[in-house]
């Protein structure tokens, strides 16, 4: 039955998440503890000072060792390693991250989580707006190409795909930085935002006109790549008997292609899409640098650079979390499109 095969695949994806959580755990143990012991000294030294007035040096010394040994005991420092790791996977698991050392949000804030949240929407907006459109534009140009092998556009458009899959994508975002920033100077050259940022419907327009550059490269580089692997899915998927009996009947060339055609070269297309939409959560790290762009990509590298470990754990977290999730989609797509999977029946 179908839905004991996509309960079987969440509670399996759970597993392997727990697992994932349980792992980065244990690889940071040691530098988050550095951590947290830091935060715990810095909060018991202000605690001492607020009391230094009202108490001898020997009752601050012992209200120190208090101190320190109720946050040890609250955050599990005091135990063996594997149950510290436990523990703090245990918090990961449900999104406690704690705070960050130095990077904060936008409002001052140092709690990770609010941090990873607020890069999250503007990674959606540049990297997955532009996996989407090149998605569309994609898998209709390889449709066109699969439709007429060999001819014109087929050919011209495959010798495209060959030139720009060999360009480094930091590559063509600087050259168009080049042309469209300060030769012809239409587009901002970063940033999310003028400085001040406008208010109102103002902020709304300034925040597309800082965008269309990046997402115009993005897509620009994307679509080609796809366009090639969709002609190729679905040229195989045109010799088959089914196709050639379709056109046989007389059903016209569109119905024998996106009613037929299409529908049988969907799960390998899908796949594709799928994991090129959950691939662009994780955002861009070059990319994102040369574009001032602050998203999950820009907040990884920072949080490499500053060793803000609790915010490159919270940023790993969400970011796996986002694919496992995203897999579990594509499975239960696959079953809607692959009846055999809805019955556990084989090939």
């Known amino acids: 039955m179908y839905w004991k095969y996509v309960i079987r695949r969440i509670v399996s994806v759970f597993f392997t998440y727990v697992i994932i959580i349980f792992i980065y755990s ?3 143990n040691t530098v988050m503890e550095k951590t947290i012991r830091a935060q715990i000294g810095e909060q018991v030294k202000q605690e001492m000072m607020v009391q230094s007035h009202i108490m001898s040096a020997a009752e601050l010394k012992r209200y120190q060792e208090e101190r320190l040994a ?3 005991k609250r955050y599990h420092l005091d135990e063996p ?6 523990w703090r996977a245990i918090s990961t698991l449900k999104f406690d991250f704690g705070n960050s050392t130095i990077i904060r949000s936008a409002a001052g804030e140092r709690k990770v989580l609010t941090i990873v949240g607020e890069k999250i929407p503007r990674t959606i907006l540049l990297f997955t707006l532009a996996t989407a459109i090149d998605i569309i534009i994609g898998v209709l140009l390889g449709m066109k190409k699969a439709q007429k092998p060999g001819k014109f556009l087929d050919q011209s458009t495959s010798i495209m795909t060959m030139v720009v899959y060999g360009m480094p994508t930091w590559w063509v975002a600087m050259i168009l930085i080049m042309l ?3 030769k012809i100077a239409i587009f901002p050259s970063g940033g999310l935002h003028s400085v001040p940022p406008p208010q109102g419907f103002a902020y709304v327009l300034d925040l597309l006109y800082h965008l269309a550059l990046p997402l115009l490269t993005l897509v620009l580089i994307g679509f080609w790549g796809r366009a ?3 002609r190729n899915i679905v040229l195989s998927t045109l010799q088959e008997d ?4 379709a056109r046989a009947r007389g059903l016209s060339e569109r119905q024998v292609l996106y009613g037929h055609t299409l529908r049988s070269a969907a799960p390998p297309i899908a796949t594709m899409s799928i994991l090129s939409l959950l691939f662009s959560v994780g955002g861009g790290l070059i990319f994102e640098g040369i574009f001032s762009w602050p998203g999950m990509g820009n907040l990884y590298w ?5 060793n803000d470990i609790p915010v490159l754990m919270g940023n790993l977290a969400v970011t796996t979390l986002f694919y496992l999730s995203g897999l579990v989609l594509l499975d239960l797509i696959y079953g809607v499109l ?3 999977i809805k019955v556990g029946g084989k090939a």
């Open 338 to 340: 692959d009846p055999r």
């Open 81 to 86: 390693f594997l149950s510290r790791v436990f």
């Open 70 to 72: 109720f946050h040890y």
């Open 228 to 230: 090639y692997l969709t």
């Open 242 to 245: 089914y196709i050639m009996a």
């Open 302 to 306: 920072v949080a490499i650079q500053q």
């Open 180 to 182: 469209f920033v300060y």
């Open 26 to 28: 244990a690889l940071f």
